[in-house]
Structures are given as structure tokens and as C-alpha cells.
């Protein structure tokens, strides 16, 4: 049914330390198979052709290129956009062709594990799960690009970062479809036996930190926007905190003992910090509209909290770089440059202001730390659908045919030669 493998690990010359605007979890890239064996005299050649001219030109980039550049990204996007719809067609039920061929794949985690299932479907899901981390890593390399390589501060533009929403959003997208129109293809011995990365939990958490890094970045367009009201930017901050909160949920159902697991409930402890931070000092700002004392009162206990949530994010996002793999201390950026400087400062401020309203409330009957609000979650994924089934699939030539004893005495005397 499957195999699983460590490959040997390799002495690493050159260590280079990434620096994460976007988690990117694990890549798995396919491994070189054999397809004419299981495949020959079931469909015909040209299809046999093209299914393995894909694989291979996939395997061959996957094994030449680190996808350390957007050029890179893109191309590995544009061959796995030329093999799907080859591929379909051996999930195609009337073809019975899902288990002829045993696909692998491979982890480019440190642990290099290998994977194998006679399954389509698999291959389907590996190559659909592909697709979705390509689009987070091309959002990562926008996003943390600098003018100028020596320095320490990330500017990033607007069309940077609805360019990476977008990216993130088709990851996303990407993910979801897995989860609802793959997975459940696929038999429950297989489905067990999945690697961790792509195990339905794993999955829904990663969608929802995707779809969370994407209403950060909203805040930050909303930040730059004169028109965008307080209750605009608080209810994003919200919105941001609730989708990080589910990815957390999804992760606490999945074994996370490994790695990467544990670096990625590091990040999203983090980022859930930060934006709960951002959270009480929107919510702040519009309680001290209220003109009675209590509302002053409890807007600087927002203040309070959002300023020790920062204190404590900061610890959180040095905790998740020294875990292994150890990535960079990226400089803050987008709306959290601003709140760094601005919630300190306005805390400080509103407690002097408010002072004697303190003095007043000697019971401390007024200083309970309000609840945020709730908001209706507003970001979906973009919508994604398998492409249709390549036309050499329905032609007359590309129907499945069974080879003669003949042709198949032919066929090995010519791999002979």
C-alpha cells in the first residue's frame, strides 16, 4: 500500500539563516518513478508521454533549484499547472488506473523522509499541497525583499502586500480543496498513514495562519488608509486574533512533536500575541470616546494589557527563531512597526491623564480588563478547482487499451534493445 524512508543526511557546506515574514511549512517535492512499467498497454503512449515528461521536468526542477527565487517559484508553479490535468485523468473511476503506480515523495525537511502510496489520489493531494506552500514561499520572498540587502528595516509597499494577500489567499484556497475534495478519495489505511504535513489538521491550521497573516496585512493597508475608521482597524485586529486562535485549535488535535511542528506553534503563539496586542489598542482608543469614567478607566487597562502582550510577543518571536530550523529575527514591519513605537507611548500617556481616576476607584470595581468583541469571520480562501481533464484523455487515441500478449512481448523486447 505505502513505504516510507529516511534518506541519508548530507553535509551542509554553506548554512544560510531565513528570515520569516510568512511561515512556510515544509516543502515535499515528488521523487522520479517509473511510469511506463505499471502504465504500459493501459493508456496510450502520448498520454504515457506526457505524464512522465511533467513528473520528470518537476522532479528535475524540485532537484536543481532551492526555490530561493521568485523566477523559480513561478516555474515550479507553471509545471505543476501542466501535469494536472494529465494527471486527472488517472482518478477518472471508469479508468481504473488509481493504484497502478506507487508515487514518492519527498520531505525537504532535515529529515529528507521519503513517502509511497499506489495512489493517484496521493499524488493528487501532494502535488495540490505543493501548489499551496510554492504560493506561501513566493509571498515570503515579497514580503521580506529589501532595497538594500544591508539593511535592517523592511519597507514594504502596497502592492507588495496585496500581492502577497492574494498569494496567500490562493494557498489557502489550495489547502481547503485538499481537505474537502481530496482527502476523503483516499483510504483510510492511506489517510492514517500520511505524513504529518499533509494530515487534515495540519492542513486547516496552516490555511487559517494563512488567512490570519492576510488580515494583518489588511490592518496595515487600513493603517496607511485615511479612510479607514478606528472601528475598521479594531475589528481586523479582532478578526486577526480569532483566525489565529482557530489555527492554534487545529493544531492542538495534531501531533506536533516534531520540528517543525513545534516552530510552527511557536510562530502562531507569536503572531497571536501581537495581534491581541493590536486588538486591546484599537479597543482602547474607541472605549475613551465613552464620556464616563468607567470607559477611561477601561481603556487604559487595554492599554495595560496590549503593552505587556507586546513585552511578552517579543519573547514569544525570539523563542520561535531559536527553534529549530533557527530562522532570523525579522525587524518589525506593517502595522506592528507602528504599535511598537505607539503602545507604549499612548499607554504611558492615558495612565498620567487618567491618573486620578484611579485614585477614585480605590475599590478597583472599575478595573476588570474588558472582553474584545466578537466579529463574524469575514476572509474566505479563494476558491480553487481542479483544471479539466487533458483532451489526449477523451480523444480516440487516449482511451485506456489493453496491449496484445503480442505487443507486450514487443514493447519488452524494444526496452531490451
Avoid at 79 to 90: A, E, M, N, S
Amino acid at each position: 500500500m505505502g513505504c516510507t524512508s529516511s534518506i541519508p543526511k548530507r553535509k551542509k557546506k554553506n548554512i544560510s539563516i531565513d528570515e520569516v515574514a510568512v511561515f512556510v511549512p515544509v516543502l515535499w517535492i515528488p521523487v522520479d518513478v517509473d511510469l511506463v512499467r505499471p502504465l504500459r498497454g493501459l493508456v496510450p503512449r502520448d498520454v504515457l508521454e506526457k505524464l512522465s515528461t511533467f513528473r520528470r521536468r518537476i522532479v528535475s526542477l524540485a532537484k536543481e533549484s532551492s526555490f530561493s527565487s521568485i523566477s523559480n517559484v513561478l516555474e515550479a508553479h507553471r509545471t505543476l499547472d501542466d501535469y494536472l490535468p494529465i494527471l486527472i485523468g488517472l482518478v477518472n473511476p471508469e479508468s481504473q488506473l488509481e493504484t497502478s503506480v506507487e508515487f514518492k515523495w519527498k520531505s525537504l525537511g532535515d529529515d529528507g523522509h521519503v513517502t509511497c502510496f499506489a495512489s493517484a489520489w496521493y499524488e493528487m493531494l501532494s502535488v495540490v499541497h505543493m501548489k499551496a506552500i510554492l504560493s506561501f514561499l513566493e509571498a515570503n520572498l515579497i514580503l521580506r525583499s529589501k532595497d538594500n540587502p544591508d539593511s535592517l528595516e523592511i519597507k514594504v509597499s502596497e502592492d507588495s502586500k496585496s500581492t502577497a494577500i492574494e498569494l496567500l489567499l490562493k494557498g489557502s484556497g489550495c489547502l481547503e480543496y485538499a481537505i474537502h475534495h481530496i482527502l476523503v478519495h483516499l483510504p483510510t489505511q492511506i489517510r492514517t498513514s500520511l505524513p504529518k504535513d499533509v494530515q487534515e489538521g495540519i492542513l486547516e491550521a496552516i490555511s487559517s495562519q494563512a488567512l490570519a497573516q492576510c488580515v494583518e496585512m489588511q490592518l496595515g493597508l487600513a493603517l496607511e488608509s485615511e479612510k479607514a475608521t478606528l472601528s475598521v482597524k479594531r475589528r481586523l485586529a479582532c478578526e486577526e486574533v480569532s483566525y489565529f486562535a482557530q489555527a492554534h485549535y487545529w493544531l492542538s488535535r495534531c501531533d506536533t512533536s516534531d520540528a517543525y511542528g513545534k516552530k510552527l506553534l511557536l510562530f502562531i503563539r507569536w503572531k497571536f500575541l501581537e495581534a491581541k496586542a493590536a486588538a486591546y489598542y484599537y479597543h482602547s482608543h474607541i472605549l475613551d470616546k465613552g464620556s464616563e469614567p468607567s470607559n477611561h478607566i477601561s481603556a487604559v487597562c487595554c492599554l495595560f494589557a496590549a503593552d505587556e502582550l507586546l513585552i511578552e510577543s517579543k519573547r514569544a518571536n525570539l523563542s520561535f527563531c531559536l527553534a529549530a530550523p533557527v530562522t532570523r529575527v525579522p525587524p518589525a514591519w506593517g502595522v506592528m512597526k507602528h504599535l511598537y513605537r505607539k503602545i507604549p507611548e499612548v499607554a504611558s500617556k492615558k495612565s498620567q491623564t487618567y491618573r486620578y481616576l484611579f485614585e477614585e476607584d480605590k475599590n478597583g470595581h472599575l478595573q476588570a480588563l474588558p472582553d474584545l468583541p466578537e466579529f463574524p469571520l469575514s476572509l474566505r480562501p479563494d476558491d480553487y478547482e481542479l483544471p479539466e481533464v487533458d483532451a489526449c484523455w477523451s480523444s480516440e487515441n487516449g482511451q485506456p487499451q489493453l496491449l496484445t500478449l503480442k505487443a507486450h512481448l514487443k514493447d519488452e523486447e524494444i526496452d531490451s534493445d
